[in-house]
């Protein structure tokens, strides 16, 4: 399937998507939210990708869900078709590392993407909203519980009441951000670290993924509990050993995901 409204490229065994629908700030309508998903389980199936970088244009990374396309939308339409579902939770059900560029704006259900990626860089054009308030709407992608647990209740209640924008080093202080890297070396930066976790072992990768995203879910016991189970269970692994080796053999080690 050709794309329209996105791009994709492997550099090295970095999958890269680019937003490209820059008529309408890569506003996410139906079809780019499709694509987005084909893309995303594309680079899941294809055992020469480790990691992926989500980026959009230096304008915007996504203004949010398009508003056109769903201003005449009514209670019983949207909730029969359930819209903001399915294809919409692609990015969060990866199970490879997603890493979030994000220049310009980071709006709405483009902020709730960005927020559903594992690692957000971004640049000092960087502005993070949930305006959904100002269009008579909340956020339904899962702005009000991961902004939350991004940046305590305070800032993410005056966001979604008030609908303000935060700036990149806002976030940034605020740890919705993890690094702020100059607009013309955001991409670069974002697939080298995507490269270099594509170098780990990928059995680990993913299960360290997961331990992490545990701790959003469960208490400290159980989460830790959980970590441990994984933690022994990595040495069944043949990576566990090579790494080990590596280390005492004083040389880089070679990950073959098995
Ligand atoms: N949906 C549809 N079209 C959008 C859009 C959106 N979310 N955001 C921007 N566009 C379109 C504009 O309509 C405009 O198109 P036309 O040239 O055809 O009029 C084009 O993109 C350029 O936008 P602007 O002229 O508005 O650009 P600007 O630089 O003056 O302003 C902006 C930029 C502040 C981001 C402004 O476009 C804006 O406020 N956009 C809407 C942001 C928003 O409210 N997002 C939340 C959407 S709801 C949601 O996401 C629900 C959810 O939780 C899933």
């Not at 480790?50 to 209670?75: P, R």
């Not at 890297?181 to 990768?205: F, Q, R, T």
């Not at 509990?225 to 050993?241: C, H, M, N």
Request: hydrophobic content about 45%; overall charge negative.
């Amino acid at each position: 399937m050709a794309f329209e409204t996105i791009t994709v490229e492997t550099r090295g065994h970095v999958g890269l998507i680019t937003l490209d629908r820059p008529e309408a700030l890569n506003a996410l309508n139906k079809q780019l939210v499709g694509e987005l998903a084909t893309a995303i389980q594309r680079f899941e199936d294809d055992p020469a990708v480790g990691a992926m970088v989500l980026t959009g244009s230096e304008k915007a990374f996504a203004a949010g869900a398009d508003i056109k396309e769903m201003a005449e939308k009514t209670y019983p339409t949207a909730m029969i078709e359930d819209f903001i579902a399915h294809d919409w939770e692609a990015v969060g059900k990866a199970r490879k590392p997603v890493i979030a560029a994000v220049s310009g704006y980071a709006l709405g259900g483009g902020c709730e993407i960005a927020m559903s990626c594992d690692i957000i860089l971004a640049s000092e054009t960087a502005r993070f909203g949930l305006p959904e308030i100002t269009l008579g709407v909340i956020p339904g992608a899962g702005g009000t519980q991961r902004l939350v647990r991004a940046v305590g209740k305070a800032k993410a209640m005056e966001m979604i009441l008030s609908g303000r924008f935060m700036n990149a080093e806002e976030a940034e202080r605020a740890g919705l951000v993890s690094r702020i890297i100059p607009a013309g070396e955001l991409v670069d930066e974002a697939v080298k670290v995507g490269e270099k976790i594509a170098d780990m072992s990928l059995p680990a990768v993913m299960l360290a993924k997961s331990c992490v995203d545990r701790a959003f879910e469960t208490t400290l016991a159980e989460g830790m509990t959980f970590e441990r189970a994984v933690f022994y269970s990595l040495f069944a692994t043949e990576d566990q050993k090579e790494g080990m080796a590596a280390f005492v053999e004083k040389r880089q080690a070679r990950f073959r995901d098995r």
